[in-house]
């Protein structure tokens, strides 16, 4: 195995494994200018509210030797876990439009192996906690996905604030042009 920054490199397997728990999405990258309807964000809406974790039937469970600290324990046991969720266990629980984003999302692209979102954990010295650690990072992962996607309803107050400001620019924008409009008249000569 090769360690690049955080990106573990596995020869023998073939695959890509990332470390990364927590990922900050941007919102401008994102949404990549795709608009989605109200029911849409309803169903988004609905998702980031249950809070969805994988359970360890969705998932594919590996293990190998852990390492860094952890003593003769890592060095004996296999407690380092790695977690694959094939991507077609997600169409029952998970929008499909959403899906479709993660199947196409680039910040996901190094989570992303031959249609399986792979993570490893190894931060603490028994199995069971790893396999905790991994199924709630996975369901982080997928929460902040479709964060990055919801744009809640505004509330009353900021629709009155923002129809509060339009009309305020406008008119202001009205008494520019009749100023302009009298500075301009007031320059002419009128020859009689």
């Known amino acids: 195995m090769i360690r690049k920054g955080f990106v573990w490199y596995s020869f023998q397997r073939g695959s890509l494994f990332h470390t990364c728990s927590h990922?900050?999405?941007?919102?401008?990258?994102?949404?990549?200018?795709?608009?989605?309807?109200?029911?849409?964000?309803?169903?988004?809406?609905?998702?980031?509210?249950?809070?969805w974790k994988p359970t360890k039937d969705q998932v594919e469970i590996k293990f190998?030797?852990?390492?860094?600290?952890?003593?003769?324990n890592v060095n004996k046991l296999n407690t380092k876990v790695m977690v694959s969720l094939p991507l077609e266990n997600l169409r029952s629980s998970v929008p499909s439009f959403l899906l479709k984003h993660i199947y196409s999302c680039q910040e996901l692209r190094r989570f992303r192996v031959n249609n399986h979102l792979q993570i490893q954990s190894q931060t603490t010295r028994t199995q069971a906690?790893?396999?905790?650690?991994?199924?709630?990072?996975?369901?982080?992962?997928l929460q902040d996905v479709a964060r990055s996607l919801y744009a809640a309803p505004p509330?009353?107050?900021?629709?009155?604030?923002?129809?509060?400001?339009?009309?305020?620019?406008?008119?202001?924008?009205?008494?520019?042009?009749?100023?302009?409009?009298?500075?301009?008249?007031?320059?002419?000569?009128s020859i009689d």
């Open 155 to 189: 509330s009353p107050e900021k629709i009155k604030r923002v129809s509060a400001l339009k009309e305020n620019a406008n008119s202001k924008r009205l008494d520019e042009k009749k100023m302009k409009s009298y500075k301009k008249s007031s320059r002419r000569v």
């Open 23 to 51: 990922l900050n999405f941007s919102k401008k990258q994102s949404r990549q200018e795709v608009l989605f309807t109200k029911e849409q964000m309803n169903e988004l809406g609905s998702f980031l509210e249950q809070n």
């Open 129 to 141: 906690k790893n396999i905790e650690d991994a199924l709630t990072r996975l369901a982080n992962l």
């Open 64 to 72: 190998a030797r852990s390492s860094g600290p952890g003593g003769q």
